[in-house]
C-alpha cells in the first residue's frame, strides 16, 4: 500500500529550517494566493474543502475562523497547538522537523481569513529541540518576505512568535494553552465565552492543531474540489497515522482518510513483532477506545471511529500484542489521566484517581464483582461532569475495555492468575 | 515541615544574581514567566525558595504566583534535583516494549528509586508522559537529549557515559 504524501510531501527532501527550500518546491505560493482575496472567500474555501481539525476533535475548521472573523475587535490571535501530548503521538512533532514552513504558512492564511496579525506556536516543552529549527523557518521567511510587515506587497502583516510549555498534557486543551501562553498555570476556563470571542489574552483567537494548518496551504494551490477527491465524503484529506507499540515498522505514516485499520497494521506495518498474536489496539492515543482483534477490520475516518464508540483522534494507533494484559493497559491509562489532571474540577481530580484505584484493585486480583458497576458508574459521571477534554477523555479506555474484553475482567475478578498484572503488583512507586 | 525543607535550601548568590538579571528583562510583563522560568532553569535546575522570590521581585509579580507556576508543570520543580534528569517514558507504547525493565536497571544502577536524586546530586531519576518518540520506544531523555531502542544492556552504556564525563548540552 503506497502513501499519499499531501503532508510529508517535503520530508527529508528539504532542509527544514531554510525557507528557500520550501518556495523552490512550491512553498508560500498557496498564501500568495490567499492574500489577495478577501477573508470571507478564504474561509469559503476551506469550506467548501472540508477540513476539519486533526488534534483530535474533528471540529470543521472553517467555522472557528468564521467564528473569530465575525468577533468585534481589531486584535486578534492565531495560535498554534504543538503541545502535542497525546500518548503514542508523534505526527506533530514530524511535521514541526520535516517541513515547519507548511505550518508557518497555514497559520498566515488563517491569519489572513480572520484579519490576525499575531500568531503564537506552543510548543511542548519534551520537543524543545525542535527550537532552532522552527526559530530558522521563521527567520528565513521573514527574510523573503512570506511573514512579517507588508507579505509580498499585500499589505498585510503577519508576525508569528513561540511560546514554549513546561510538560504539562491538559496545555493541549485550547484555554488551558491560553492560560500557560499568559503565564499562568495552565488549567483550563469555563466556557462560554468560546476561543473565538474571548480567546488568549481575552482577544477573539482561533487555536489548531499543527496537522490541521499544515493542510491549509494544499487546499488553498489545489483547490477544494481536488482536496475533496482524497478521503472520504465526511473527512476529506489524508491522516497522519502514528503506530507505535508490538508492530514490526514503527513510525508516522501519511494515507487518505478512510484506510482500513487491518491493512495499516499488517500491510504497512508489517505486522505483529516477534510472531506474537494481536490481543488489541486502541486508537487515538491514551483517550481513545480499546477495541479486540476481532474489531480491527474497520475503516479509520473520523464519523467511522466514533460511531464505533472509539475516536480517531489524533491518529495514533498503539498495537499491543498477547504478552500484555489489558487491564494493566488500562490501569497505565489511568495513572496518566491521574497525574495530568490539572486538579481544577472535582470529577477529574478525584474521580481519575478513585478510578485508578479500582482498576488497580482488579488487576491485582483484589477486585470485587461490585466494583465493576462503580467503576462504570464512575467513568459515566465524570465524563458527563468533567470541565474539559482530559476529563471526558478519561473514561473511554476503561468503558471500550470493559465493553470490549468483559472476560478479561471476570477473569481478574475470580482472582485467576495474571502474570502481567499480578508478578509483583504491577508499578511500584 | 515537608514543604519548607524541600523548598527552603540555599542557592549561591552568584546563581541569583544572573537568574535576577534573566528576570529584570521582563518587569512588569507577568505573561513572560514561562521564557523567564525556562531561561532560568539554565543557571539552576530547581527552584528554591530564594530563586522564586528573585524571580517575583524583579518581574514585580507575587511570590506565591511563582511557586504556583513552578508546582504546576512537570518539567519544573522546587525540589532539588541532579545535574542529569533522566526523564522515563511511563506511556503505554514504552510500557508495551517494557519500560518496566528500564527502570528496574536505572533504579538498580543509580541506587535510587524512580523520584529521588542520587547523593552526589548528578542524577535524578523520573517518570514522564509520553516523549513523542514513539517509533522507538522505550524511550529517554536524559535534559535535552532523548535515546530510544533502550535493552538493559544499552541504557546502561548510556547511563555509564554521564557517570563518567560530562556531557555537554
Known amino acids: 500500500m503506497k502513501e499519499t504524501l499531501l503532508l510529508l510531501r517535503n520530508r527529508g527532501k528539504i532542509e527544514p529550517g531554510n525557507a528557500a527550500d520550501y518556495i523552490a518546491e512550491g512553498g508560500y505560493e498557496a498564501l500568495k494566493k490567499a492574500l489577495f482575496i478577501n477573508s470571507k472567500d478564504i474561509i469559503q474555501e476551506l469550506k467548501a474543502a472540508g477540513l476539519r481539525g486533526r488534534g483530535g476533535a474533528g471540529f470543521p475548521t472553517y467555522r472557528k475562523l468564521e467564528f473569530a472573523s465575525d468577533a468585534p475587535g481589531h486584535v486578534k490571535y492565531i495560535v498554534c497547538n504543538a503541545d502535542?501530548?497525546?500518548?503514542?503521538?508523534?505526527?506533530?512533532?514530524?511535521?514541526?522537523?520535516?517541513?515547519?514552513?507548511?505550518?508557518?504558512?497555514?497559520?498566515?492564511?488563517?491569519?489572513?481569513?480572520?484579519?490576525?496579525?499575531?500568531?503564537?506556536?506552543?510548543?511542548?516543552?519534551?520537543y524543545s529541540y525542535l527550537l532552532p529549527i522552527l526559530e530558522n523557518a521563521i527567520k528565513s521567511s521573514v527574510?523573503?518576505?512570506?511573514?512579517?510587515?507588508?507579505?509580498?506587497?499585500?499589505?498585510?502583516?503577519?508576525?508569528i512568535k513561540l511560546r514554549s510549555g513546561?510538560?504539562?498534557?491538559?496545555?493541549?486543551?485550547?484555554?488551558?494553552?491560553?492560560?500557560?501562553?499568559?503565564?499562568k498555570r495552565g488549567e483550563p476556563r469555563y466556557r462560554p465565552p468560546f476561543p473565538g470571542i474571548k480567546g488568549l489574552f481575552n482577544k477573539p483567537t482561533v487555536l489548531n492543531n499543527v496537522e490541521t494548518?499544515?493542510?491549509?496551504?494544499?487546499?488553498?494551490?489545489?483547490?477544494?474540489?481536488?482536496?475533496?477527491?482524497?478521503?472520504?465524503?465526511?473527512s476529506p484529506g489524508t491522516k497522519l497515522f502514528t503506530v507505535c507499540g508490538n508492530v514490526n515498522r514503527r513510525g508516522v505514516y501519511e494515507f487518505p482518510m478512510g484506510v482500513n485499520l487491518k491493512e495499516l497494521i499488517y500491510e504497512v506495518c508489517g505486522g505483529i513483532e516477534d510472531g506474537r498474536e494481536l490481543l488489541a489496539v486502541q486508537t487515538g492515543g491514551a483517550s481513545g477506545a480499546i477495541i479486540n482483534a476481532s474489531q480491527i477490520d474497520m475503516t479509520l475516518d473520523i464519523d467511522a471511529v466514533s460511531a464505533s464508540?472509539?475516536?480517531?483522534?489524533?491518529?495514533?494507533?498503539?498495537?499491543?500484542?498477547?504478552?500484555?494484559?489489558?487491564?494493566?493497559?488500562?490501569?497505565?491509562n489511568l495513572d496518566f489521566f491521574r497525574d495530568e489532571s490539572c486538579g481544577k474540577c472535582t470529577p477529574c481530580r478525584e474521580g481519575g484517581t478513585r478510578l485508578y484505584q479500582l482498576v488497580g484493585r482488579i488487576a491485582e486480583g483484589r477486585g470485587s464483582i461490585r466494583d465493576?458497576?462503580?467503576?462504570?458508574?464512575?467513568?459515566?459521571?465524570?465524563?458527563?461532569t468533567s470541565l474539559c477534554g482530559l476529563g471526558h477523555s478519561t473514561a473511554v479506555p476503561v468503558a471500550s475495555s470493559i465493553r470490549n474484553f468483559k472476560s478479561c475482567f471476570w477473569e481478574h475478578i475470580d482472582k485467576d492468575y495474571c502474570p502481567v498484572c499480578c508478578e509483583e503488583g504491577g508499578y511500584t512507586e | 515541615m515537608r514543604l519548607e525543607n524541600s523548598y527552603s535550601y540555599k542557592t549561591a548568590s552568584s546563581k541569583l544574581v544572573q537568574v535576577a538579571e534573566?528576570?529584570?528583562?521582563?518587569?512588569?510583563?507577568?505573561?513572560?514567566?514561562?521564557?523567564?522560568?525556562?531561561?532560568?532553569?539554565?543557571?539552576?535546575?530547581?527552584?528554591?525558595?530564594?530563586v522564586a522570590a528573585v524571580i517575583a521581585r524583579e518581574m514585580?509579580?507575587?511570590?506565591?504566583?511563582?511557586?504556583?507556576?513552578?508546582?504546576?508543570?512537570?518539567?519544573?520543580?522546587?525540589?532539588?534535583?541532579?545535574?542529569?534528569?533522566?526523564?522515563?517514558?511511563?506511556?503505554?507504547?514504552?510500557?508495551?516494549?517494557?519500560?518496566?525493565?528500564?527502570?528496574?536497571?536505572?533504579?538498580?544502577?543509580?541506587?535510587?528509586?524512580?523520584?529521588?536524586?542520587?547523593?552526589?546530586?548528578?542524577?535524578?531519576?523520573?517518570?514522564?508522559?509520553?516523549?513523542?518518540?514513539?517509533?522507538?520506544?522505550?524511550?529517554?531523555?536524559?535534559n535535552n537529549r532523548t535515546y530510544g531502542n533502550l535493552t538493559t544492556e544499552s541504557v546502561r552504556t548510556i547511563i555509564k557515559q554521564y557517570i563518567r564525563e560530562d556531557i555537554e548540552e
Request: proline residues 4%; glycine residues 8%; contains cysteine.
Open chain 1, 372 to 384: 465493576l458497576e462503580t467503576i462504570e458508574d464512575l467513568a459515566e459521571t465524570i465524563r458527563l
Open chain 1, 309 to 332: 464508540g472509539g475516536r480517531l483522534g489524533c491518529g495514533t494507533i498503539l498495537v499491543i500484542d498477547d504478552r500484555n494484559c489489558i487491564l494493566d493497559i488500562v490501569r497505565n
Open chain 2, 22 to 50: 534573566i528576570a529584570s528583562r521582563y518587569m512588569g510583563r507577568p505573561e513572560m514567566l514561562m521564557k523567564v522560568i525556562i531561561q532560568a532553569q539554565q543557571v539552576v535546575p530547581a527552584f528554591s525558595e530564594e
Open chain 1, 84 to 126: 502535542e501530548g497525546e500518548p503514542g503521538t508523534n505526527k506533530d512533532r514530524i511535521l514541526l522537523s520535516s517541513d515547519p514552513c507548511s505550518i508557518l504558512e497555514g497559520m498566515a492564511i488563517a491569519g489572513k481569513a480572520v484579519n490576525a496579525h499575531v500568531g503564537f506556536i506552543y510548543l511542548r516543552a519534551e
Open chain 1, 166 to 183: 513546561a510538560g504539562a498534557y491538559v496545555c493541549g486543551e485550547e484555554t488551558a494553552l491560553f492560560e500557560s501562553i499568559e503565564g
Open chain 1, 143 to 159: 527574510k523573503a518576505n512570506c511573514l512579517g510587515r507588508d507579505i509580498m506587497g499585500s499589505g498585510f502583516d503577519f508576525e
Open chain 1, 213 to 234: 494548518l499544515a493542510n491549509i496551504p494544499p487546499i488553498f494551490l489545489h483547490g477544494s474540489e481536488w482536496y475533496r477527491s482524497i478521503g472520504t465524503e465526511n
Open chain 2, 60 to 142: 514585580e509579580i507575587p511570590q506565591t504566583q511563582v511557586y504556583s507556576f513552578i508546582t504546576f508543570y512537570a518539567m519544573l520543580s522546587v525540589k532539588p534535583r541532579g545535574k542529569y534528569i533522566i526523564r522515563m517514558c511511563k506511556s503505554a507504547p514504552c510500557h508495551v516494549k517494557g519500560a518496566r525493565d528500564i527502570v528496574r536497571t536505572l533504579e538498580k544502577m543509580l541506587h535510587i528509586r524512580m523520584g529521588e536524586t542520587t547523593e552526589d546530586n548528578r542524577f535524578t531519576l523520573e517518570y514522564c508522559p509520553c516523549l513523542g518518540i514513539c517509533e522507538i520506544s522505550p524511550a529517554v531523555m536524559i
